[in-house]
């Protein structure tokens, strides 16, 4: 609980949580409600839903029994309504706002790194607490912009956050005691898995070592350079190894190994390199659908799995033809921040200080109540959602590391992922 | 004096010497939770590649568990909901409508190409590696792919859809009387407390951002119900908090439960989302400070599961993990990444850790001092150590079951054993009684033989026949 904002006593921590990111709890008649603005077109799956609904009445009797039998604190933290923290109010809001103000600055010096604007506005959020966040996940860290215009909006009854309790519906079954070990019992024990190496106390750092480099060294058509071993593994190599009981002439013979972990469940086969056709079609399909894997994959690289999609991208994220591809939208992307500059300027002028209600389109502050209206935080929130309607899809939406492109080091060109994990 | 330095050192040695057993998968990283999610699984493939390349691998018994079962995963979760998992794909999702409302499947747990496949790889690996630490074949083991706290019976919460946690629990409790969990995930370990609310077989205690946070759950005030009551620990904690506050309040605390409770076996989720940086978590922790309790957890001697968890900053959960399977395996790694296939996602300091922000800590020492005293006060209602008179320790009970020939002996006479049993079994040739094999008189030719060897056989007779 954030003594910031939780100390207005008589503000009841009432969050508008994100109209399509609240899965209502089963048992809820404004759910129901809610259920069919989202699905408004679609009438049949409505209908199962009310079905499902009206199933569930009698759980709800009871629940409004239990609850009627309950005293008014029990029910106010039944329905998050916390006990008041102390305040310790003003130093906490004039730091938000000049902190709010800080990004902001930082904010627009890189407005299409996707990823920074989110960490962003995760500590924006967490700074100024808005109250959402218990419902769901994100937080509010994903934007909703059709509930800008659920002003008038009811949410839906609160889910209880309370542990239930019930041994058949919630609990685990636990025996009372340890059960005696019986044939059937052992016979039903998960299996160990596949060993892939296990360490042995007599073999020595250095052979180990000069095992693994020289068939590394080999695998990619190297020459063995005696001075650069270092004691880097390879699980091919540690495989081969174990198979030939430590061996390291036995293991030698059974060149080139065995992959030891491969992919057996997300790829057909063995995964072969990407073919130029591929990487092209790849990348045409992910300039229109981001990182739709399935609609790249049924629709562009058909001759792929959906896996093998997933890990080649996270080879090719960090290639020089992302880059090249990045810089690109880039480009288009500076004329847009030159706009963006603009609208926001004029914007600062037009929000008047001390109101809230200027900002109605602001999700951020009408779900956060801000207590006084702290302007910065509102002018910060709108850019923001401007930035979510200006955004291109290649910048993300963000939820890579934020590798800094320019900062770093020219990556080496990864044409060929073959790795195995 | 050298010798006796030398015998010292290796003592040391030998006592912080670990078996680690560790289980991956490499299909695990590819599985996508959908486009904007934050929850991605390719992290545990990142923190692998460091394992490897920092040569930790080696000194790691590794394996690729089996995918957990359909009946191995009912052993926890509802049928109705494992049914569900297993057919629903994002083709046919129009038909589930209904289910996926009730499963709370569909926005934090997006219903994705290969999600029963990636239940089963995080549920197998934590079930091995319960099964490992049973047979007392490992000190410690780690499945990064695991951790999963959130999932609940018959319902997905919190991008988690099966409960390894508490699946591998229940098969820690086949050889273990009690069992501690501990989450230092920064979310509350909802479904794990939930599953165990109502059993002393095992403690639940977690560490996590409280007050306007998902998943709302962990108050201080919520401690267990019926038998469970007082076996469910939480530590709600505020923002920001530091490595020095936060090991503050887990020593003290930690130290009292491992008294008090006195586990056979712990499981700890390292959900990485405490750490600094975090996409969701707002403490202030680094990995220095993640890994204490890791170190905590290893110095006391029993067997220990390690799990993921949360971590939405892909590259400071690798690094994390990484940082701790070296802790577990004592091994010194240097503050240089190696290079490895995704070492640009390192950049751009391309350093393992990382440093602490300067963000405020909302919890004071004032904060953190009453709640370490509540909490204490809820530890100090704890039956101790429970039915600990009544029942032999769990030590001897599991050297009691691996003896098979007290197995036998224990069994009911009147059943005959299976042959794979039987096939092994001689009878001791010191045997007085006539078994199966009376008439062809061994007794007397036994006796005559050992007669001509000389004395000592009567009196062992003698004490045979007092009992």
Redesign the interface.
């Known amino acids: 609980?954030?003594?910031r904002?939780?100390d207005l006593p008589d503000h009841p921590?009432d969050p508008y949580p994100p109209a399509?990111?609240?899965?209502?709890p089963?048992a809820d008649e404004d759910a129901e409600d809610f259920?069919e603005d989202e699905?408004e077109e679609d009438d049949e799956?409505t209908l199962?839903?009310e079905?499902?609904m009206l199933e569930d009445d009698d759980d709800e009797l009871d629940d409004l029994e239990a609850e009627a039998d309950m005293d008014i604190e029990e029910l106010r933290k039944k329905y998050?309504y916390?006990a008041p923290a102390p305040s310790e109010d003003e130093p906490g809001i004039s730091?938000v706002a000049d902190e709010a103000e800080e990004e902001e600055e930082e904010e627009l010096e890189v407005p299409f790194n996707n990823e920074v604007i989110?960490?962003q506005q995760?500590?924006f959020t967490?700074k100024i607490?808005?109250?959402?966040?218990?419902?769901?996940?994100?937080?509010v860290?994903?934007n909703n912009e059709a509930e800008e215009e659920d002003v008038d909006y009811e949410p839906p009854e609160k889910?209880e956050?309370?542990?239930?309790?019930d041994?058949l519906?919630?609990?685990?079954?636990?025996?009372e005691?340890?059960?005696?070990?019986t044939?059937s019992?052992e016979a039903a024990?998960?299996?160990?898995?596949?060993?892939?190496?296990?360490?042995r106390e007599d073999l020595p750092?250095e052979s180990?070592n000069r095992f693994v480099h020289e068939w590394k060294a080999r695998r990619h058509g190297v020459e063995t350079d005696e001075t650069k071993i270092?004691?880097?593994?390879?699980?091919d190599a540690?495989y081969a190894l174990l198979s030939s009981a430590y061996s390291t002439d036995a293991a030698a013979a059974h060149f080139p190994f065995e992959k030891?972990?491969?992919?057996?469940?997300?790829?057909d086969g063995e995964s072969k390199p990407f073919t130029t056709e591929e990487m092209a079609a790849f990348e045409t399909g992910f300039k229109d659908n981001?990182?739709?894997?399935?609609v790249i994959r049924e629709h562009f690289v058909p001759s792929r799995t959906?896996?093998?999609l997933?890990?080649y991208y996270?080879?090719w994220k960090?290639s020089s033809r992302f880059n090249e591809l990045f810089r690109q939208r880039q480009m288009r992307k500076d004329f847009m921040t030159e706009v963006m500059d603009q609208m926001e300027s004029t914007k600062r002028r037009r929000v008047e200080p001390s109101s809230t209600t200027t900002s109605s389109s602001s999700t951020v502050v009408e779900r956060g109540h801000s207590p006084d209206g702290a302007p910065s935080t509102v002018i910060h929130s709108e850019n923001y959602d401007d930035e979510v309607e200006y955004e291109d899809p290649l910048a993300g939406?963000?939820?890579?590391?934020p590798?800094?492109v320019w900062?770093?080091?020219p990556?080496p060109q990864i044409e060929q992922p073959t790795?195995?994990? | 004096m050298s010798a006796t330095g030398a015998a010292l050192t290796q003592v040391t040695q030998e006592q912080s010497r670990r078996r680690v057993a560790y289980y991956y998968d490499s299909n695990i990283g590819n599985y996508y939770y959908g486009q904007g999610h934050v929850m991605k699984p390719h992290r545990i493939r990142m923190t692998h590649h460091l394992l490897l390349n920092y040569g930790i691998y080696r000194d790691l018994e590794v394996y690729r568990p089996f995918p957990a079962s359909f009946d191995e995963m009912t052993r926890f979760h509802s049928e109705e909901y494992m049914t569900f998992l297993k057919t629903a794909t994002p083709d046919n999702l129009k038909l589930y409508n209904k289910q996926m409302l009730k499963f709370n499947v569909g926005e934090d747990c997006p219903l994705f190409d290969g999600l029963y496949e990636f239940c089963q790889l995080s549920s197998g690996g934590s079930l091995a590696a319960a099964v490992k630490l049973n047979k007392q074949k490992a000190d410690i083991a780690i499945n990064w792919m695991g951790g999963l706290h959130h999932a609940k019976k018959s319902e997905a919460s919190g991008f988690c859809y099966t409960n390894d946690i508490v699946l591998g629990i229940l098969e820690l409790l086949k050889y273990h009387k009690r069992v501690l969990y501990v989450d230092i995930d920064v979310h509350h370990g909802d479904g794990v407390e939930e599953a165990f609310y109502t059993t002393d077989r095992v403690m639940t205690v977690s560490f996590h951002k409280y007050g306007e946070f998902f998943p709302g759950t962990g108050d201080l005030k919520d401690v267990g119900a019926g038998k469970g009551r007082y076996y469910s620990l939480n530590v709600p904690l505020r923002d920001g908090v530091t490595d020095e506050s936060y090991q503050s309040i887990f020593k003290p605390v930690m130290t009292r439960v491992m008294d008090r409770f006195q586990p056979s076996a712990v499981v700890l989720q390292c959900g990485a989302d405490s750490l600094n940086g975090d996409r969701l978590g707002p403490f202030n922790l680094t990995l220095r400070g993640h890994g204490e309790c890791v170190k905590f957890f290893r110095s006391y001697n029993i067997p220990l599961m390690m799990v993921g968890g949360g971590g939405y900053t892909p590259r400071n959960v690798a690094r994390c993990w990484t940082y701790e399977t070296a802790l577990a395996v004592d091994k010194d790694i240097p503050d240089e990444l190696p290079y490895n296939d995704y070492f640009e996602y390192f950049g751009p300091n391309y350093r393992l850790h990382i440093d602490p922000s300067n963000a405020t800590n909302d919890n004071s020492s004032d904060y953190l001092k009453k709640l370490q005293e509540n909490v204490v006060q809820n530890l100090e209602k704890l039956t101790f150590a429970p039915s600990v008179q009544m029942h032999p320790t769990p030590d001897d009970a599991i050297l009691c079951l691996n003896d098979t020939s007290l197995n036998q002996d224990m069994a009911n006479p009147d059943v005959r054993l299976h042959p794979s049993i039987m096939d092994g079994v001689t009878q001791d040739p010191g045997e007085f009684y006539d078994g199966e094999t009376e008439g062809d008189d061994r007794r007397n030719e036994h006796n005559a033989k050992r007669a001509a060897e000389g004395g000592g056989d009567d009196a062992a007779k003698r004490a045979r026949n007092d009992n």
């Open positions: 609980m954030d003594p904002d939780s921590e399509d990111q609240q899965v209502p089963p259920v699905h799956a199962d839903e079905e499902a998050g916390g730091s989110m960490q995760h500590q967490s607490a808005i109250e959402s966040a218990a419902n769901n996940y994100f937080g860290a994903e889910k956050f309370q542990i239930r309790v041994p519906l919630y609990q685990a079954a636990v025996p005691s340890i059960e005696g070990v044939p019992a024990e998960h299996p160990a898995g596949t060993l892939l190496w296990a360490p750092d180990l270092d004691s880097r593994d390879d699980e540690l030891a972990n491969e992919f057996k469940r997300t790829c981001y990182k739709n894997f399935r959906h896996g093998e997933i890990n996270y080879h960090m939406a963000g939820d890579e590391p590798v800094d900062a770093a080091p990556p790795e195995s994990a």
